[in-house]
């Protein structure tokens, strides 16, 4: 295809394909995956692609070890990812969990259909919204992005890898059937795709602690073979990364999981605001429901109705402080998802009761009819 | 130092911790480790110091990895790039080590639970596609660290805290496994053979590709005190009388029952030359 690892042009790709292209553009050379509807075309541009750029992919025997072997590339200090859906999604929690235990960079873009179970392999869904937060066992902070276009999974798998090196751990791209599989022009260019290095150790192997935090709360990382003898384990550590299995290493380690992101927010949090300043009733959407949404959106405001929509680029960590400021100002809040109500309940409590907040739900399958959207913001005025 | 001080000292050498030959491999500070007395994991990570040393490793290029459980523990000790993972991903982790890094000299360090129940799939697809790699399996027949429940290597008949009847399950012929599914090096040892073991690991770290070395622990807290085994050392006793020693042999015949007279089989099954999966990949993926 090209042994140009960013392939700087226009292009008619779909979502699928941009991810790949976007990861292989943010530096990623190791790839693990399995076969699952519908990501395979990520896997598979993958395995064409790696070889050219001199990467490695390979193609595991489940889910359970792909994401395993994504942590270990990571360690081998390879930039590392592995796409799924639904039901690797699931298996792969537990692992996910070490990953943010040990504050390993990696992606993971999963390109939901309708759920849960086997559900609807080949349809678009959102089902996984809350498992993306709340997924694996414990407590700890998480960062995703929601692509609504093939361009964006493109840029959103770059952020990802991004912040994935910046706050030393797994990152999210949490897209769907609908935006992996539709195709669009997507513009690449070398020149605008920024990198953010791997946080290397800064002082001897002595004096290292691979878990010691900087003043923005994150470590350095010291891949295998540099000398530093890092010990990594999914046991509650000290700073020098050895178990300690006590309530104060515990409160200082995983407390730190959770204010790494929260107290990063504001680099962190990314939304796109579209008509609030005058906003009456408001839409907060994100992924493939966006897209129907902006119809809503555009049909209400030939109507004349005051509507502005609050788009989530970053699902997690929420925007609360945003959606209560706006929670204010409006009469009410419409969320329209493809699930029976996840991401709302992030904006009923953001809100806090500020205004009456609606679920536009749309089960796995299909898309929202524009007209539903407006109906609901109708309805709210 | 004087001669004469140094020749005085030479005559009454104190032996501390610090002078131990593994010392250079283990992270003092986090010893002693939590294993029981009697256990045979000490012994197995000692040779693996020992194969380290005498293969003259450079320490910046061994990564151990290991899974879960008492074996899973190992990892946390080796002054070594080490990577103590979840319940049974010791070996795809592995895998990304290697892939991402070959320079590493990888070591998978763990049980038989970890390997062979929650894991065995990973096993088999390591060993198919053969990653070069060196799988260390302290096989102690039983769950231990959780307290002893029956596992996929514990014999027929053999009382568990879950088999209080008997185990009524048919365990796995490990060496026979490795070798089927296609590992280039495959050995089995008891604690009892401590230098054989090293062997045993400096061949398996030698060699490109999947190896796989077996050793057979007591377990006198867990499987040895259910099956009134007595001490660790009866139990190695016990290896020193029933190990028969056949290398080259067929290991579908190396099967281990639960009857203390049966004869263990012990040796070297599987000793060949196979391209390892990045040697295979890269042949298929040159130019490319």
């Known amino acids: 295809m090209s042994d140009r690892a960013i392939l700087t042009g226009k292009h008619f790709m779909n979502g699928d394909e941009a991810c790949a292209e976007g990861a292989l553009a943010a530096g990623c050379r190791f790839f693990a995956g399995y076969p699952i509807t519908p990501q395979s075309e990520i896997a598979e541009r993958m395995s064409k692609r790696m070889p050219e750029v001199g990467g490695r992919f390979i193609q595991m025997e489940d889910e359970l070890s792909s994401i395993a072997a994504v942590l270990g590339g990571s360690w081998g200090g390879s930039r590392s990812m ?35 179970s086997t559900g609807l392999p080949t349809a678009v869904g959102q089902g996984d919204m809350m498992q993306a937060q709340w997924g694996s066992h414990g407590d700890y902070g998480v960062i995703a992005y929601a692509p609504t276009s093939p361009q964006e999974m493109f840029d959103f798998t770059v952020k990802a890898f991004n912040k994935a090196e910046q706050y030393m751990m797994p990152v999210f791209v949490m897209a769907d059937e609908k935006i992996g599989h539709m195709r669009e022009r997507v513009e690449i260019d070398e020149s605008k795709v920024d990198i953010y290095p791997r946080r290397k150790p800064e002082v001897d192997p002595d004096e290292f602690k691979p878990y010691k935090p900087d003043e923005d709360l994150v470590p350095h990382m010291a891949s295998a073979g540099e000398g530093y003898r890092v010990h990594v384990t999914g046991l509650t550590h000290n700073e020098q990364g050895y178990p300690q299995l006590d309530v104060k290493t515990q409160q200082e380690k995983v407390g730190r999981l959770i204010d790494k992101v929260e107290k ?97 739900p749309h089960p796995g399958g299909g898309l929202h009819e524009p007209e539903q959207i407006l109906e609901s913001l109708e309805a709210l005025l | 130092m004087t001669t004469e001080l140094k020749q005085k000292e030479d005559v009454k050498p104190e032996l501390t911790a610090a002078e131990h030959p593994a010392t250079k491999y283990l992270r003092e500070e986090r010893l002693p480790h939590i294993w029981c007395s009697g256990c045979g994991l000490g012994s197995a990570v000692t040779s693996l110091t020992n194969a380290y040393e005498k293969l003259g490793i450079p320490v910046d290029d061994i990564g151990v990895v290991s899974g879960i459980g008492c074996a899973g523990r190992a990892a946390g000790y080796f002054e070594t790039d080490s990577y103590h993972t979840t319940h049974g991903r010791a070996i795809p982790f592995a895998t ?12 998978v360090f763990s049980g038989d639970g970890d390997l062979f129940a929650i894991g065995g799939n990973h096993f088999i697809h390591a060993a198919r596609r053969n990653v070069d790699m060196t799988v260390i399996c302290v096989n102690n027949y039983n769950f231990g660290m959780t307290g002893g429940q029956f596992g996929p290597t514990t014999p027929r008949g053999a009382t568990a805290t879950t088999s209080p009847y ?30 054989r073991i090293q062997k045993a690991m400096e061949e398996a770290l030698s060699k490109k590709g999947f190896s796989f070395v077996e050793i057979l622990s007591p377990c006198p807290t867990g499987y040895g005190r259910k099956n009134q085994l007595g001490e660790g050392i009866d139990e190695l006793k016990s290896y020193q009388d029933r190990a028969v020693i056949k290398h080259g042999s067929d290991p579908n015949e190396a099967e281990i029952e639960r009857d203390p007279e049966a004869e263990i089989v012990v040796g070297k099954f599987v000793d ?12 298929y993926l040159q130019g490319k």
Request: aromatic residues 6%; glycine residues 8%.
């Open chain 1, 82 to 116: 592995t796409a799924t859906s639904g039901p690797g999604f699931s298996l792969m929690m537990e692992n996910i969990g070490l990953g943010m235990m040990t504050e390993t960079p990696c992606v993971i873009a999963n390109i939901q259909r309708g759920s849960p």
């Open chain 2, 166 to 195: 008997g185990n009524y399950e048919n365990p796995f012929n490990l060496p026979d496994l490795a070798a089927s599914a296609g590992a280039i090096y495959v050995a089995r040892w008891t604690t009892v053979h401590a230098r």
């Open chain 2, 96 to 107: 990304g080590l290697k892939l991402s890094n070959p320079k590493m000299n990888v070591t």
């Open chain 1, 264 to 360: 990063n927010k504001d680099d962190i949090v990314e939304i796109e605001k579209i008509g609030v300043e005058d906003a009456e009733v408001l839409i907060v959407s994100y992924g493939m429901a966006f897209r129907t949404a902006m119809g809503a959106y555009k049909r209400a405001r030939e109507k004349g109705i005051k509507v502005g929509i609050v788009r989530l680029v970053t699902v997690w960590p929420f925007p609360e402080d945003e959606i209560k400021e706006l929670s204010k100002q409006v009469k009410g809040i419409v969320v329209p998802e493809i699930n029976l109500g996840q991401m709302v309940r992030e904006v009923e409590r953001a809100s806090a009761g500020n205004a009456e907040v609606k679920l536009v």
């Open chain 2, 272 to 283: 060949i030359d196979r391209p390892t999966y990045c040697e295979v990949a890269d042949d």
